[in-house]
Every structure is written in structure tokens, then in C-alpha cells.
């Protein structure tokens, strides 16, 4: 599937998102899913929308709808996707600008980072790694 570099924005920094989110230009959309937001912690005002579905990490089928409906209630605003890494909300914001919406973009490194040497995460940059805010359940 081809994307429209009009839709799809490509990668922003943390602390980049984070202003954004601040300043009310973007809405942070957590597509990580409900167990990882509920055991690792999240982000203060971000909308949850799950890509995959934990525990079988299956497609989310109403993803779709779901993103159209958060991009209608934040018109105007950019949506700034986040998973854990900064992967699977590649995949998430590219989805949301195949569906027509503008200002689609991923947040680089995610909310935990990349693995260290010894297969941690939160070591190597991150929504948490960076200091910006965040709440445990």
C-alpha cells in the first residue's frame, strides 16, 4: 500500500509531540495495548486506540473507525501516534493517512525506547527515558 507524504507525515521527537500535545496543535494517540498502557504506565491526555489486540496481538477491526472518530472529535489537530518503541505506531499513523486524515505522525522511540545490551527497555530513549510526563495505574 502507497501513502501520501500529504497524510502521512513521518517521525517526530518526543519532546516535539509532547509540545504539540501542550499547545493543543496535537492529540496523542497511544496505540499500544490496554495491558502494556495498564502495567508500564501512560501518558497524561493521550486517547487509547489499540493496533493490535493483546494477548493474541491480532489486528484491532475496529481501528479504523475508532482512529476516524478521535481525528472528528480533535479537529485541527495533528495526531501524534506512540506504541512502546516506535514501530507499530509506524504502521498506525500511515493507516490513519490511507484513510483521508492529515497530520498523521509517529513519535520516534515510543514510550519505553529501544532494548538496551541486556533486553530492557527505558534505558535508550523513550517518552518515559526523556522525562516527560507520565502516570502509572
Not at 5 to 29: K, S, T
Not at 39 to 48: F, H, K, L, N, T
Not at 75 to 102: N, T, Y
Given at each position: 500500500m502507497q501513502t501520501s507524504p500529504l497524510h502521512y507525515c513521518g517521525d517526530i521527537?518526543?519532546?516535539?509531540a509532547y509540545a504539540w500535545q501542550q499547545q493543543g496543535l496535537g492529540v496523542l494517540v497511544d496505540v499500544r495495548t490496554d495491558a502494556e498502557r495498564d502495567w508500564v504506565g501512560m501518558v497524561p491526555g493521550a486517547v487509547p486506540l489499540c493496533w493490535?489486540?493483546?494477548?493474541g496481538m491480532v489486528p484491532n477491526p475496529d481501528f479504523d473507525a475508532q482512529v476516524l472518530a478521535i481525528a472528528q472529535q480533535h479537529p485541527g489537530q495533528r495526531l501524534l501516534f506512540i506504541c512502546r518503541s516506535g514501530?507499530?505506531?509506524?504502521?498506525?499513523?500511515q493507516r490513519a493517512a490511507?484513510?483521508?486524515?492529515?497530520?498523521?505522525?509517529?513519535?520516534l522511540e515510543g514510550f519505553e525506547g529501544d532494548l538496551d545490551g541486556i533486553q530492557q527497555r527505558g534505558h535508550r530513549g523513550g517518552w518515559r527515558f526523556r522525562g516527560l510526563p507520565w502516570i502509572q495505574k
Amino acid at each position: 500500500m502507497q501513502t501520501s507524504p500529504l497524510h502521512y507525515c513521518g517521525d517526530i521527537e518526543p519532546e516535539q509531540a509532547y509540545a504539540w500535545q501542550q499547545q493543543g496543535l496535537g492529540v496523542l494517540v497511544d496505540v499500544r495495548t490496554d495491558a502494556e498502557r495498564d502495567w508500564v504506565g501512560m501518558v497524561p491526555g493521550a486517547v487509547p486506540l489499540c493496533w493490535r489486540i493483546y494477548p493474541g496481538m491480532v489486528p484491532n477491526p475496529d481501528f479504523d473507525a475508532q482512529v476516524l472518530a478521535i481525528a472528528q472529535q480533535h479537529p485541527g489537530q495533528r495526531l501524534l501516534f506512540i506504541c512502546r518503541s516506535g514501530v507499530r505506531s509506524v504502521g498506525a499513523a500511515q493507516r490513519a493517512a490511507e484513510l483521508g486524515l492529515d497530520g498523521c505522525y509517529n513519535v520516534l522511540e515510543g514510550f519505553e525506547g529501544d532494548l538496551d545490551g541486556i533486553q530492557q527497555r527505558g534505558h535508550r530513549g523513550g517518552w518515559r527515558f526523556r522525562g516527560l510526563p507520565w502516570i502509572q495505574k
